[in-house]
Every structure is written in structure tokens, then in C-alpha cells.
């Protein structure tokens, strides 16, 4: 892998997208923690740090890349980060160095952590070297350029057609898999995205990746072909892995592509509840099936089956199957407290779970399976997702919440939501209108013609009034709305839960891309 790269070759890493020469990081008295966890590190590793230092921050700049429509032709390159455009080196690096210490620090550390791992197993990698699959494909090369498609027989149009119309496509996937160096599958990534003209948002662990991108067809259907033919997913991933929708890149801002320790984050970590020990994966026909007979049941309350929704509430709340308990929750990372909480609840019964589009499920599924009070716990193999794709109008009512500008897609014409002010069935979110906010309003046309468009009357008065200052329309800050939701509720009965209070917006650090 990459990560055995040493620090005497650092110029010539990923040279097809980094380049240390003109890099000296002068601003690393602005990195504070630098010099502490510097003095930590043992002789060996002390002499890697300045390489891992300038990797980390080459990393950082190269997520912050932009496509532009003539990089076909020329190497102009822009940046953008924190809502701002770089059109040159010395300013990015400059406000990356300045804004970003933190990022760094942490990048850093975690490259330094591999590099440890790596020296210190030298001697038992070396005859393993043999079996890597992308040693085999990379004896002589580790750069990223290997892994980019030729694309310089399509007219440069046809990979960015997709973008602002109907002719573009969203793919969502994810692939739980160890990875020996996640940095480089992050450059990568992002190396390929760019290539690609893609938007969207990845996530990359030592677990797998997790991944939702938009663009043209054929900009997706070439990420497709990639990902499947790259040694380290290959054995992996197959094409009905990936789940395509109507969108394009203009259902995302931007490509963010980034590094963590979970590729969703469940708040646990991966060492403690492994992707390994999942529940029982069941096919959307399969899974059909079980949802028939359980609501085919006379009494439900009383049956050894439940039918459990693993998103949050906002998600469920405009669309969900039949008969399902909804946690009342807002992110998944307060899923093992509601388990914990509700552990009674799931004593002795049947487990049906589902999400959007299986990933939840992984490590959910894990978690409940780890208390040992379930007779058996099985999940939606593709998530809703695939279930749509085959069952249409089957048990699942409702729109699928996605976490993009699109927000929904429809599969059926159930409406199972309603606007918050007047009751009326309506399931087509909207942002507070208040800048200040987070949540997601349901308030329908008519309502929104009298000026009903924020979440509850504090932000309505709040939306009324102008700023008062430069740096309002930035900033963020808790609803009430939020404030006042329980955050880990107690099931009283098996009933659905329904949320009646406003719906917080997606929190795009857990569930970005939290999508599958």
C-alpha cells in the first residue's frame, strides 16, 4: 500500500496530483499541537513527521479542488473552501495553513499512526507483499494517475452534461472492507471525481468507503467500471451495489471527499462493533415476504417480529413501511443509546431492519446483535432503495428521504406526511427560512403564501428581523425546535412513534454520506 511509501520519496508520491517541492508550511507556528506531538514520537517515527506533515496538508488542499470546464484543455486549477474561491497556490495553501491547523493536526497524526504501523511490520508485510492485490497490479507504481479511466476519447461535453438537467444520474454505494492506507484512496478518490466532472460526498475509513456522487451517465457509469475493476474492491463490490437515482452534480455543492474512523458514524468504534458481524442479510423479495406476514398478523402488538426503521426521524417521518417502529431519534449516532434504552423492547423477538440503503443497517444490525437478547436479527439487503427499485408499490409508503438538494425521491404517490401549521397532507421539505437554523419544514403552499416558512414562531420572529451584524447569515445556531426534542426517547409501546415537532436538517458529519 502507499503508506509503506518512505519520506525520501515524498516528492514523487501521488505525483500526478501532489507536489511537495514549493510546500515549506511557513505558517507551522500558527499548528500549536505540532510540537507536542512531535516531542512524542519515538526516534523513527520523528523522521517521518515532516514527511506526514506535508502529505497531510497536500491532502487537504487536493479535497479542496474544483472542476472546471477547461481542464480538459489547460492545468488551471481553482480551490474552494469555507464558501470562498482560490485561484492560486500561495493563497490556498495560505488559508489552509491559517483556517485549518486543527485538520492538519489530526491529519497528520493519523498518517504518522500508519507510518508506525508500517515500519514496525516491515519484516511480516514483506512476504505478505505477494498476496496484495494492489502490490500485484502496482509493482512499480502507487501514483493515482494508474487508476484514473482514459476518458480522451469522449468529447469533454458528454462528461458534464449531466450537470443542472434531467440527464445526469446520482449513484449511492458503500463497500465495508479493511483498508491498509485510507489517505491514499482518499486522493484517489478525489483524483477520480475530478477527472470525472462528479460531485457529492465520500467517505473513507480503515473499514471502507461510503460514498453517494452525481454527474453525467457517463461520468457515473465510468466510476462504476472503475470501481469494480480496482483490485481492492473488486472481489467486493458488484454493479448492484450501486444504486442509481435521477440527479446529476447539481444535486450537490461540491465534492468532499474525506478520512474518519467510521464510514457512518455510529459513535462507536469500529474496533468495538465490527461491520464483520452483521445481521442477516435479506433480499428485497425476501424481505417482502417477512413484512407480509407480519402485517398479515391480527395482532401485532403481540407478534415476535418488529419492524424497525434505523433512520432518523425526519426520514421517516415522509416516508417508512407499514406497521414499523420509527425511532423518534435525530441522528444515528443516538441509535445504540435508543437500543440501550429500549433493550426490553427487543427481548425474545424478531428483528426486521431497514435504512436507505443498507450501511446503517451494517453496523446497527451488529450492535443489536451484540446485547444477545434477540432471537434473530435480519436486514433489508440494498436498503429501501432496492426494495423500490422491485417493489414500487409494495409495503413501503411514502417518499425516500436522500441526503442531497433534492431531498426526496418518489417511488409512489402515498403522501404520509403533513404540513406542520395546517394539517394538510404535504411531504416536500424546505429550509427554515430563518439563515440562523437547521431544520427541515414541512409547510405546504398555502401556508407558505401567508408566510409561514420557518419551523416554529421564534425563528418566524427571528426571520423578521434583519441582521444584525456581517457575520449572521453564517452563522448557526440550535432551534428551540431541537432543544426541546428528547434526545434518547423510552418506547411505551410497540405503536410507530410520531414526531409532531418541527424536522432538524440533516447534520451532513454523520449522515454525509450517510446516504447509503
Given amino acids: 500500500m502507499p503508506s509503506s511509501t518512505s519520506p525520501d520519496q515524498g516528492d514523487d508520491l501521488e505525483t500526478c496530483i501532489l507536489r511537495f517541492s514549493d510546500l515549506d508550511l511557513k505558517y507551522t507556528s500558527l499548528i ?93 508485510l514483506s512476504s505478505a507483499d505477494e498476496k496484495n492485490p494492489l502490490k ?53 478518490q478525489t483524483a477520480l471525481c475530478q477527472h470525472l466532472h462528479l460531485t457529492g460526498k465520500i467517505r473513507i475509513a480503515t ?20 470501481m469494480l475493476s480496482f483490485p481492492l474492491f473488486k472481489d467486493d463490490l458488484c454493479k448492484d451495489d ?17 478520512v474518519f474512523e467510521e464510514i457512518v458514524p455510529m459513535g462507536i468504534s469500529p474496533k468495538k462493533i465490527s461491520y464483520k458481524k452483521p445481521g442477516i442479510h435479506l433480499s428485497p423479495s425476501e424481505f417482502h415476504k417477512e413484512v407480509e406476514k407480519f402485517l398479515s398478523q391480527a395482532n401485532q402488538e403481540q407478534s415476535d417480529t418488529i419492524l ?31 437500543v440501550d434504552k429500549n433493550l426490553e423492547l427487543f427481548r425474545e423477538k424478531r428483528v426486521l431492519m431497514y435504512c436507505t440503503g443498507g450501511i446503517r443497517c451494517e453496523r446497527g444490525s451488529a450492535y443489536l446483535k451484540a446485547k444477545g437478547v434477540c432471537k434473530a436479527v435480519f436486514q433489508l439487503k440494498g436498503g429501501i432503495h432496492k426494495y423500490l427499485e422491485e417493489f414500487p408499490d409494495g409495503f413501503y409508503k411514502g417518499k425516500l428521504f436522500v441526503f442531497d438538494e433534492r ?16 394539517g394538510a397532507q404535504w411531504d416536500q421539505y424546505k429550509l ?38 456581517p457575520m449572521q447569515d453564517s452563522f448557526k445556531e440550535e432551534c428551540e425546535c431541537t432543544a426541546r426534542r428528547l434526545r434518547i426517547p423510552r418506547e411505551l409501546s ?4 410520531r414526531p409532531v415537532s418541527p424536522e432538524p436538517g440533516p447534520d451532513a458529519a454523520e449522515d454525509g454520506p450517510v446516504l447509503a
Fill in 308 to 338: 424497525l426503521d434505523c433512520r432518523n426521524f425526519y426520514e421517516s417521518k415522509i416516508g417508512r413501511f407499514q406497521g414499523c417502529l420509527a425511532p423518534d431519534i435525530r441522528k444515528f449516532s443516538y441509535f445504540p443509546s435508543y
Fill in 136 to 188: 500485484e497490479c502496482l509493482p512499480h507504481s502507487h501514483e493515482v494517475s494508474a487508476w484514473l479511466p482514459d476518458i480522451s476519447c469522449f468529447n469533454p461535453d458528454e462528461l458534464i452534461s449531466g450537470q443542472g438537467n434531467e440527464e445526469g444520474e446520482v449513484l449511492l454505494y458503500y463497500c465495508y472492507r479493511d483498508l491498509e492506507d485510507p489517505q491514499w484512496i482518499c486522493a484517489w
Fill in 32 to 124: 500549536n499541537p505540532s510540537s507536542s506531538l512531535k516531542a512524542e514520537l519515538d526516534g523513527i517515527t520523528k523522521k517521518k513527521y515532516s514527511f506526514a506533515k506535508k502529505k497531510a496538508f497536500a491532502l487537504f488542499v487536493k479535497t479542496k479542488e474544483v472542476p472546471t470546464k477547461r481542464s480538459f484543455e489547460c492545468k488551471e486549477k481553482l480551490w474552494k473552501c469555507c464558501q470562498q474561491l482560490f485561484t492560486d497556490q500561495t493563497s490556498i495553501h495560505r488559508h489552509v495553513a491559517t483556517q485549518h491547523a486543527d485538520e492538519i493536526y489530526h491529519q497528520t497524526a493519523s498518517i504518522l499512526k500508519q507510518l508506525a504501523v508500517t515500519s514496525s511490520a516491515s519484516k511480516s
Fill in 207 to 226: 473499514e471502507g468507503i461510503n460514498g453517494t456522487v452525481g454527474g453525467s451517465k457517463l461520468a457515473t457509469r465510468l466510476y462504476v467500471e472503475v
Fill in 432 to 469: 427554515c427560512s430563518t439563515l440562523q437554523c437547521r431544520q427541515l419544514v414541512l409547510t405546504c403552499p398555502a401556508c407558505q403564501g401567508q408566510g409561514f416558512t420557518a419551523c416554529c414562531v421564534t425563528c418566524q420572529d427571528k426571520g423578521s428581523r434583519k441582521a444584525s451584524g
Fill in 494 to 497: 410497540r405503536h410507530v412513534q
Fill in 242 to 258: 450501486f444504486k442509481t437515482s435521477k440527479g446529476g452534480s447539481h444535486c450537490f455543492p461540491e465534492l468532499r471527499v474525506g
Fill in 407 to 422: 431531498y426526496a425521491l418518489s417511488y409512489n404517490s402515498d403522501v404520509v406526511s403533513e404540513c406542520s401549521y395546517c
